[in-house]
């Protein structure tokens, strides 16, 4: 059977083929005749429709245009829903609203209640996708106001004023079958051009420019927008809540720490006032939930390695919203191509590893499903411990205001003036020059589409390829890595102020102290030895440590110190000693 039979058997099988009544005169042209007072369509014609609109769907698709997908027919939710999570497209609903494109009819005062809880999408869509076009004439008509295409299902009884502005119409009957049927080319038309687009194969001889272009100049770049940039949280608290009862954090705890000595996560070591790193994210974020009242929820992904460490920690926080579930391997089946693909680039860095087994031991927990059913919408995704404060409203309001659909934390890869100065202007920087805090925001319906494409040999950088990064202060970094941060943290330089990790007041260098810790102290078991307590170092500048040293209590350290104790040589720095601008490198010499 021919393949043109065949696609028009496919069409009869979802009554596309039946109007509604004899067809106005404009929809004529469409029609094969009628029958019981009822409009035959052409199925000839729905099909030639079809192919147009999917041409010019999947041209845009090309240009990473905009698209808004109308609904009002409850029964055709799941499928465009699931369209658009697969195709990694959000689905806005602020068309729902009066006036969403020019609030041409809405009154200057709800005006000012949309603008103030931003309800719409900053940026107009670049084509506007309507499945029942007869009950949306409104939105139409604001789309043709703005010189918007509109992709709509037309029938019959559309009148002659709403039928002209559809740009594409595609005459059919909208049965739940057909409106499948049309859901399901515009996925594969989606998808065919997103992968062609990442597979690098321009088409004209535009687009090779373009291409060209790109890989001489800002291939490896990022968008960087520095923090103090971001315009200040709402002074209403119910606006705020409203804004975070869209988060949940997943903290990933997969490995133990044995680059210091643990057999047990890094993140259980305790760290002050008897608080492990852990307890002190718990408390962070139960502190967020208190001060807007929101309902943050804390996700722990474990692996059976971390497990039992992370249970130990937990039975002290029954009553807080903490919920843990185990990655078990074999996940992703063997292949991790979203981390692991052939095609590396400078960009993988930035973002957490392995976040394909991340997010599909996710959706097989059933954890997924149950928060998309509590109305979240955007997860940010922490993969080292950090105790600074683990999520910023600002930034999440951001993307919100922006409809971003995921960024990055960034720091300057040193401390220098030259770095800092860098980051402190929104500009493109390439990616080697960035350093990354393993912290991914992400819209929680990009998931979906993430986890279909593991078998794609995508790197993450391909799949988010435009991300955006937010330029952080170094004081919204306090990262636990490795046994001199453990000095840092558990130092008088920083303190629990309201289960806040706090930096000294007195201290009036800017920046932490450079802390170089030998070889004896990179095993926590052996640093927690060698001293006895933590020396005071809130006038600290540098300290370059290493040898067979042990330190008092109460001792101080000021300036710059070196201890540098030499072979079979034991340096033993007495109780209440006071280092400053200190090079030691015998007992003598303290």
């Given amino acids: 059977m021919p393949i043109h039979s065949v696609l028009i058997q496919k069409l009869l099988s979802t009554n596309a083929h039946l109007g509604k009544r004899v067809a106005e005169n404009h929809f004529k042209i469409y029609s094969a005749g009628s029958r019981n007072a009822m409009t035959i369509i052409d199925s000839d014609k729905t099909l030639i429709c079809l192919r147009s609109a999917c041409d010019f769907i999947g041209s845009l698709v090309r240009s990473k245009a ?40 809405s009154p200057r005062k709800f005006r000012g209640r949309n603008k103030k809880l931003n309800l719409t999408a900053v940026h107009p869509p670049d084509c506007i996708v309507i499945f029942d076009s007869d009950r949306k004439s409104s939105v139409i008509d604001e789309a043709a106001r ?34 499948y049927l049309f859901c399901n080319l515009i996925t594969k038309t989606f998808l065919y051009q997103q992968k062609k687009l990442n597979a690098g194969k321009p088409e004209t001889r535009e687009d090779v420019q373009l291409s060209d272009q790109s890989k001489t100049t800002s291939k490896d770049n990022v ?40 057999n047990k996560p890094k993140c259980t070591l305790e760290i002050s ?19 807007y009242g929101c309902n943050v929820p804390l996700l722990l992904m474990s692996t059976v390695n971390t497990e039992n460490a992370i249970e130990k920690v937990l039975r002290k926080h029954s009553n807080k919203n903490v919920h843990m579930f185990i990655q078990h391997h074999g996940e992703t089946n063997g292949n991790d191509s979203l981390q692991h693909s052939k095609k590396s680039s400078p960009k993988d860095h930035l973002y957490p590893s392995n976040l394909s087994e991340v997010f599909i031991s996710l959706k097989n927990s059933g954890k997924l499903d149950d928060l998309l059913a509590q109305g979240k919408e955007y997860i940010l995704v922490v993969q080292q411990d950090n105790l600074a404060d683990l999520a910023d409203p600002k930034i999440l309001s951001h993307l919100v205001r922006n409809n971003t659909q995921y960024c990055i934390e960034v720091l300057p890869t040193t401390s220098g003036v030259e770095n800092l100065e860098l980051l402190a202007q929104e500009q493109n920087i390439q990616a080697g020059n960035l350093k990354s805090t393993k912290k991914l925001w992400m819209n929680m319906n990009l998931i979906e589409s993430l986890t279909i494409r593991t078998n794609l040999n995508f790197s993450m950088s391909e799949f988010l390829d435009q991300p955006l990064a937010i330029a952080l202060p170094m004081s919204k970094y306090l ?21 806040v990790m706090t930096r000294n007041a007195a201290r009036t260098n800017p920046c932490d102290p450079s802390i170089q810790l030998g070889p004896e102290f990179e095993n926590v078991n052996d640093f927690d030895t060698r001293f006895k307590s933590i020396p005071s170092i809130v006038e600290l500048d ?49």
């Fill in 479 to 499: 990262s636990l890595q490795k046994t001199s941060d453990l000095l840092l943290f558990r130092s008088d330089l920083y303190s629990l102020v309201n289960g």
């Fill in 273 to 291: 006032e008897d608080k492990t790193c852990l307890d002190i994210m718990i408390d962070n974020v139960e502190s967020l939930n208190l001060k």
């Fill in 146 to 179: 703005l010189q918007i295409p509109v992709v709509g299902l037309v029938n019959s009884s559309m009148p002659w004023e709403t039928f002209k502005k559809i740009t594409y119409p595609v005459p059919a009957n909208d049965s739940v079958q057909f409106v």
């Fill in 223 to 262: 968008l960087v927008l520095p923090y103090e940039k971001l315009e200040l949280l709402s002074e209403d608290l119910a606006d705020s809540k409203q804004l975070l009862d869209k988060l949940v954090i997943l903290k990933c705890i997969r490995n133990v720490g044995t680059e210091m000595g643990l």
């Fill in 66 to 105: 905009r698209f808004i997908f109308v609904n009002t027919n409850t029964l055709f939710d799941d499928i465009i829903d699931h369209m658009t999570k697969t195709i990694g497209c959000r689905n806005d609903t602020s068309w729902r609203l009066g006036g969403f494109l020019t609030n041409s009819s």
């Fill in 542 to 590: 540098s300290l370059d440590l290493t040898g067979d040293v042990y330190f008092g209590s109460g001792i101080t350290l000021k300036g710059k110190v070196v201890i540098k104790a030499l072979p079979l040589v034991k340096i033993v720095i007495p109780d209440g000693t006071v280092l400053e601008n200190k090079v030691i490198t015998k007992q003598a010499d303290v």
